[in-house]
């Protein structure tokens, strides 16, 4: 009977290549999704121009807090991260980098909508895309300081880090759900509809989903298990 090293896996329950090939390739094409995405909305909001800049730049800065903390999430996979080639700790610090990028786009974001809409005497809060908006800030504001005691985990007298970063892994899925729905949201403002009609605005609804599916896969896959032996 053959003995198996301690941590090696027998070949039979070994994945294929091809199914290799295709996780990897999924991950590749979100990184595309999720930037082409962002340049889209970008090139949409042609801001500058004589339609309200003002107006135009709070949903292009929020479209990137998305892209940023896509970014942050996959860097981790060992698949198609474009940091694959980085150890852990530096990827975490790129991850706090990105992280704090999604937190200030998302920051001005909200200042730039707050002033246009002073501006223009609109109300405010009157959509669910504004309420989603709001408490996915917050959230990730309380996620931010979470991910700040995991860095310095005696400092901030965390007894037990491995049950911390299962909440925190978890919360940052739900966090990053909670952005996708944001933005979901806002394809259904009245500036949105007016530029992208038919088929497309399906296809344009379509698009921040994929991200949002390969990295609940590749959290709910990889890390929570583990995460949970761990505990």
Known sequence: MPVLEVGLVPASTRESRLTCWLRRGSGILAHLVALGFT?????????GTSEPALKLTGPLLCSQFCFCMAEAILLFSPEHSPFFFCSRKARIWLHCVGQAL????????????????TRSELPHLVSWHSWVGILTLLATGGQALCGLRLLCPRAARVSRVARLKLYHLTCGLVIYLMATVTVLLSMYSVWFQAQIKGAAWYFCLALPLYPALVIMHQISSSYLPRKKVEI
């Open 102 to 117: 999604a937190i200030l786009c998302a920051a001005l974001g909200l200042g730039f909508i707050i002033s246009s809409r």
């Open 39 to 47: 340049v889209f909305l970008t090139v949409l909001s042609r801001p």
